[in-house]
């Protein structure tokens, strides 16, 4: 009988499970799939001559990390790699907002959209290299984080004070419309704010959009070489005697005395645990499908049903014959391209998806694989891929292909079409160059991924009204759950989305401590 189970192979779910090794305990891991990784995988699928991440690519989080820095998962082959550009903007005109590797050059640039607005960009990042450490260590924390948050407000009173935090808290439109006077800056904001679910004008938006930006200047966006980030989380744990099973789907926690004492899986084999049940799975998951409402305070239960999960996704993979032709040069160097002309188009995007509606011409995050990591493919290829965002529930098509989300053939086949055609605006000749695609509709993602509910990338809505104490419900914000020795190990926990490991680091910490703080925490949820 092993000390702990943790339920599913994430990237959560191995930094959990390598965590409690270390502290000496027996661990074994049940992944519902034939390997492991969870949204953090490659292959070659697309064709064989090229890698394709099939979920996540680019790791900002990761680099940043204290969590996975703590793990040395370079002793066990991890090596990252950059392409020359960080993040490119181009601009149907010609022009382009780009995130360099140094701060110099993005300020040189930033200064040809509007002289000053190089100078605005290097103040935040000023900004940014005060609070560093201990913005990091406050998100990366158990809520409430509360030495790192007495150590970040002595850096936030230094930095600025609450008119450092009302910027923060401005919808990122806002932001870039007070600190930047061309439209270069305000692209690079609002862009990565979209790397959540946050539109231009939801508050917050301006917090997230300038984290990630600074996080991408600082840090760059890696990719692991080859792909490997899995491989090395596997390894580290094997070398601590871990134990990994795929293709075994947990159906249950079984749960006695209102405790958790292991789960069942769909072959019908219990599998007991001395100590601990950690679950890398969706909040509505393990507490609907696997605990059950029997075993629940009544008010989680009604919580529930307010639970916001983030856009669905909808990604094309492909194997190009040669780079990508973008009208703006410096889109080629850049490892990942936002593809939208202009902060209006953003808007609109993120609106026609408030209201139910498929974009007519969707926001695409391109990732040129290849130029961040020259292992990917062929010399004078491109591995490369796209995603966008589309409702959970659609209501009708702002384009003309009448998609409805069945999501059948003809309409993965319409919404890839979509995708490219919005790519070659701005570089034409793009699909003469296409050897092979994979289409990865919503429910492609979710049948490969569980915790992908739709395409839902970021396991619940990065927006404020779910973040901190209310995720994944009020309440909660830590991964201790109202069962005892069951402990919420997903991003569907604090600190959310990314590929950062901190979810698992908390819920591992949390079962490693004695549990006389459980009844207290969950005091809310018993009201």
């Known amino acids: 009988m092993p000390d702990a189970v943790v339920i599913g192979a994430g990237p959560n779910g191995l930094v959990a499970a390598n965590l409690l090794a270390d502290a000496g305990w027996s661990v074994e891991v049940l992944e519902a799939q034939q390997e492991p990784g969870g949204a953090v995988r490659s292959d070659r699928g697309v064709h064989p001559d090229y890698v394709s991440d099939l979920f996540s690519a680019f790791y900002p989080l990761a680099a940043v990390s204290p969590v996975l820095a703590r793990l040395d998962l370079a002793a066990e082959g991890l090596r990252w790699s950059h392409a020359p550009r960080v993040l490119a903007h181009p601009l149907r005109d010609g022009r382009c907002a780009v995130l360099e590797r140094r701060v110099q050059e993005t300020v040189s640039g930033l200064e040809g959209f509007a002289p000053g607005d190089g100078d605005a960009w290097r103040d935040m990042y000023e900004v940014w290299s005060c609070v560093r450490q201990e913005l990091v260590q406050a998100m990366f924390t158990p809520f409430p984080p509360v030495r790192p948050a007495l150590r970040l ?22 932001l870039g419309d007070e600190e930047f006077r061309g439209e270069g800056g305000r692209l690079l904001l609002a862009g990565n704010a979209l790397h959540a679910d946050l539109a231009p004008e939801a508050v917050g938006s301006g917090g997230f959009g300038w984290l990630m930006s600074m ?47 292991g789960v069942r899986t769909a072959g019908g084999e219990t599998v007991r645990a001395r100590r601990a049940v950690l679950a890398d799975t969706s909040a509505p998951a393990l507490y609907r499908e696997l605990v059950g409402e029997e075993h629940l305070p009544s008010r989680l239960v009604r919580d529930l049903e307010r639970f916001q999960w983030d856009f669905a996704t909808f990604k094309v993979d492909w194997a190009l014959t040669g780079p990508v032709p973008w009208t703006a040069p410096q889109a080629a160097g850049a490892g990942t391209v936002h593809v939208a002309d202009g902060i209006d188009s953003l808007t609109r995007f993120a609106s026609q998806i408030a209201m139910g509606q498929v974009p007519g011409e969707p926001f695409a995050l391109f990732g040129q694989m290849t130029t961040a990591d020259p292992s990917r493919s062929p010399v004078g290829t491109e591995s490369a891929w796209a995603y966008t965002h589309v409702p959970q529930r659609i209501t009708s098509d702002a384009g003309p292909d009448h998609i409805t989300g069945r999501w059948d053939a003809r309409e993965q086949e319409a919404m890839a079409d979509r995708i490219e055609a919005q790519v070659e605006r701005f570089a034409p000749g793009f699909r003469t160059r296409i050897l092979a695609r994979r289409i990865l509709a919503p429910t492609t993602l979710q049948a490969m991924n569980e915790n992908l509910h739709n395409g839902a990338i970021n396991n619940g809505t990065t927006a404020l009204h779910q973040q901190a104490v209310f995720r994944p419900v009020p309440g909660t914000g830590r991964p201790e759950t109202p069962v005892k020795g069951l402990y919420l190990a997903s991003a569907a926990a604090h600190p959310g989305g990314g590929v950062h490991g901190a979810p698992g680091a908390n819920a591992a910490r949390a079962a490693l401590r004695p549990y006389g703080l459980h009844t207290l925490l969950h005091r809310a949820q018993r009201i």
């Open 215 to 261: 996080v991408g200047q600082s840090h760059g966006f890696p990719v692991p070489v080859g792909g490997a980030l899995t491989a090395a989380l596997l390894s580290r744990l094997q070398h601590h005697d871990g134990a990994l099973r795929c293709g075994e789907r947990v159906v249950s926690v079984v749960v006695r005395g209102g405790r958790a004492v």
């Open 153 to 174: 407000a002595a850096k936030l009173r230094a930095a600025g004070g609450l008119r450092l935090a009302r910027k923060l808290a401005l919808p990122v439109r806002r």
